[in-house]
């Protein structure tokens, strides 16, 4: 073992240890040491112990790891201190602009154990509520977060979006004479992308010598197909064809291996298809109506796409009429009631729910009943400015669904509230017995309307709680509860694979951007693109819902409960 790998090894214990809230002067000792050895200009492993004892920065204590750590090329107390820190913790020393001090807060206080919550706080405005953590600071970890996640070559649909479109583009101009086709996991729209890939005309070879003046380096190469990574570490495929069979290489590189093994028992072989260069003739030749690209993933789509004249119209963006889930600055959002209404109606929409935190997300700054008040008088004041029904603040809440299944505040409380969403926000490190237990009794309470983010995941970043979600489904269906498609791009949750399920049981999801902010609202567009992927037309999204139809869903719900204000 080297000096570098010693000094690394000591960094890391006293960065624990520093995390851990251990005696300053041991972890500033460590710190020394490692600084010390270093720089020595003799290997530590040639010199004999009671030299290594007389360095400066080094003596007695730290000799005898030293002594551990050449004999055993490990160091006990580093090992017994990892064990005791959860691994996500541990990687956020990786990240620029956050010391072990930072981390302890981190942790400690705002009980982030993982980069992806960590990230999430940074969206949800949470860290500048702690000392040493201004706007700044914030922004700086936000953007390392989302750097050192870039490194490991999968993303999110929506951080990859541009980067794609911008390419599509590039290359276009660059083979103005050629034909580029977005295909696999983008063009099906899935939330987290691997690698982009597309269908192209263009020869083998022009397409490498332009990308050799890229500096892109070429993983895998045959006769049509080319695998290349750039220094923004995003894989791309290229499958290169003729144009009288780009419609049969766009389809059989779009369908996921499950929709394309279901394809060939139920129709046949694509291969064998003539005149393929437009891939809408392949379903004209099948007999069959063509099934959009997002949809692609297995064959109960064939078996639809076989028995209907048309698939139904999916759900668009502008079908999204208001917004439902969001947070203003009375707890953790950024912006004014009075502002998040205005750039609501800015863009087109009739109305904001606003669901601030419920009183025990003390992180979130969530709402005490006498703050509840009076968010209420502030909703009654704004919505005089707008008669006749052109657009309205529904009075709302995210209300913690609590240890034991209960919702937040007593229904007193409770039925002050137009529409009651019930989240999860706490000891999310459940099995699924516990979770069961928490959100069955949460749907099953007579003030809950919308089911916030069902598994509490954060996609590439936290897996969330097990749950049945067919259960969960057949509870929201007895009790008339709205599922969340919560449209933040690093949730998406429920996942869209259930919402087929839930439809089915005519349950009505909710496409909500959970915004922070008046940017949030943007999110609304992803999870239209996953509910999408699910066959959801408007007629099964509660934010179709237009103003009216709204008003009338609320009265209906209220009909559920045993206690009414009114
Ligand atoms: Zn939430
Ligand atoms: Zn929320």
């Known amino acids: 073992m080297d000096n570098y790998q010693i000094a690394d090894t000591f960094s890391l214990l006293s960065k624990l240890m520093d995390i851990h809230g251990e005696n300053s002067f041991k972890v500033k000792s460590y710190a020394a040491a490692a600084f010390a050895i270093e720089k020595l200009p003799m290997q530590l492993s040639e010199l004999a112990p009671e030299k290594r004892a007389a360095i400066k920065g080094i003596g007695d204590t730290i000799n005898k790891r030293v002594t551990e750590l050449l004999n055993t090329g490990q160091l006990t107390q580093l090992t017994e201190i990892i064990a005791q820190t959860p691994p996500g913790v541990l990687e956020m020393l990786s990240i620029k602009g956050i010391g072990p001090k930072k981390i302890a807060i981190i942790w400690k206080e705002l009980a982030i154990e993982t980069l ?58 660059a083979f103005p004479l050629q034909t580029f086709a977005i295909t696999g996991q983008f063009r099906r729209q899935l939330p987290v992308i691997e690698q982009l890939e597309w269908v192209t005309t263009t020869p083998v070879n022009d397409l490498l010598s332009f990308f050799a003046t890229h500096q892109y380096q070429v993983i895998s190469q045959t006769n049509n197909f080319t695998a290349l990574k750039g220094t923004e570490n995003v894989t791309l495929h290229f499958y290169h064809c003729t144009p009288a069979i780009f419609g049969n290489q766009l389809f059989e590189t779009t369908g996921s291996p499950a929709f394309l093994t279901a394809w060939k028992q139920l129709i046949g072989d694509y291969q064998l298809y003539a005149n393929t260069g437009i891939e809408s003739n392949l379903f004209k030749t099948a007999g069959i109506s063509f099934i959009p690209p997002q949809q692609r993933e297995d064959g109960d789509i064939i078996m639809e796409a076989k028995k209907q004249i048309a698939l139904p119209t999916l759900i668009v963006p502008k079908d999204i009429k208001g917004v439902i889930h969001s947070h203003s600055n009375w707890s953790d959002g950024s912006n004014t009631i009075e502002t998040m209404a205005e750039s609501a109606i800015a863009q087109g929409y009739q109305y904001l729910v606003l669901s601030d935190h419920s009183k025990s997300a003390f992180y979130a700054q969530g709402l005490p009943v006498e703050k509840i008040l009076a968010q209420h008088d502030a909703i009654n004041h704004l919505n005089q400015q707008w008669p006749n029904g052109t657009f309205k603040i529904f009075k709302s809440i995210e209300s913690d669904i609590l240890s034991d299944g209960q919702l937040d505040y007593d229904e007193a409380i409770l039925a002050t509230f137009d529409l009651v969403i019930a989240s999860i926000h706490s000891n999310l490190k459940m099995n699924q017995e516990k979770a069961m237990q928490r959100l069955l009794t949460a749907i099953e309470n007579p003030y809950t309307s919308i089911l916030g983010h069902l598994t509490g995941r954060l996609l590439l970043s936290r897996a969330g709680y097990p749950v049945d979600h067919q259960k969960i489904i057949d509870a929201c269906a007895a009790n008339q509860v709205v599922i969340e498609l919560n449209a933040h791009p690093r949730r998406l949750d429920i996942d869209w694979q259930w919402i087929k399920k839930a439809i089915d049981k005519e349950v009505l999801i909710s496409i909500n951007p959970d915004a922070h902010s008046i940017e949030g609202y943007q999110d609304c567009k992803y999870g239209v693109l996953v509910a999408q992927k699910a066959g959801v037309t408007s007629e099964n999204n509660l934010s179709s819902f237009d103003l009216h139809q709204m008003e009338a869903f609320i009265s209906l719900q209220q009909k559920k409960r045993p206690y009414n204000s009114q």
Do not use: D
Request: hydrophobic content about 30%.
């Open 116 to 173: 992806g919550e960590l990230l999430y706080a940074c969206y949800e405005n949470r860290l500048t509520r702690y000392k040493g953590f201004g706007e700044k600071t914030q922004k700086n970890i936000q953007e390392s977060i989302e750097f050192y996640f870039g490194t490991l070559g999968s993303y999110l649909y929506q951080q990859i979006e541009t980067f794609a479109h911008a390419l599509q583009s590039v290359l276009s101009k």
